[in-house]
């Protein structure tokens, strides 16, 4: 990234933060790899690098109030977090959400939108698939 790049995305990011949105986003990963010695001396040995890895994206002509950002940085603040467990991750999940995703994958797959246990042999008998509940 050259320095021009890198102060354009500074000032963007900055203007979307004053207007409460997210102007980039950001992937971060651990990284581990080994440096390989080709020639082994004395005291040389292949080591293993660690370390962490940023890439960050701009967002190019997102609708205002696609990616609020203060919603976000609120929950951060209150830190609610603290003691995560699957218990708190399952009550957070929004159950209508994914019925009415799973419904509509279900529809794209199937025209008559069924319960699995009632469809399941129809669908092996379309799509040549084994059974989908036992």
């Known amino acids: 990234m050259s320095a021009a790049d890198k102060n354009t995305l500074q000032v963007k990011t900055r203007l979307g933060a004053e207007r409460g949105d997210a ?16 020639e082994h001396g004395l005291g040389r040995e292949n080591e293993l690098k660690a370390g962490t890895a940023c890439t960050v994206f701009e967002y190019y002509d997102p609708q205002p109030g696609a990616f609020d950002a203060q919603d976000h940085i609120d929950r951060i603040c209150k830190q609610d977090r603290q003691s995560m467990n699957t218990a708190s991750i399952f009550d957070d999940i929004y159950w209508l959400h994914i019925q009415n995703i799973t419904e509509l994958h279900f529809r794209n797959l199937h025209p008559l939108p069924r319960p699995v246990g009632q469809a399941s042999h129809s669908l092996d008998d379309e799509f040549h698939i084994g059974a989908l509940v036992g």
């Open 23 to 38: 102007a980039a986003g950001k992937l971060v990963d651990n990284i581990q790899y080994y440096d390989v010695v080709h």
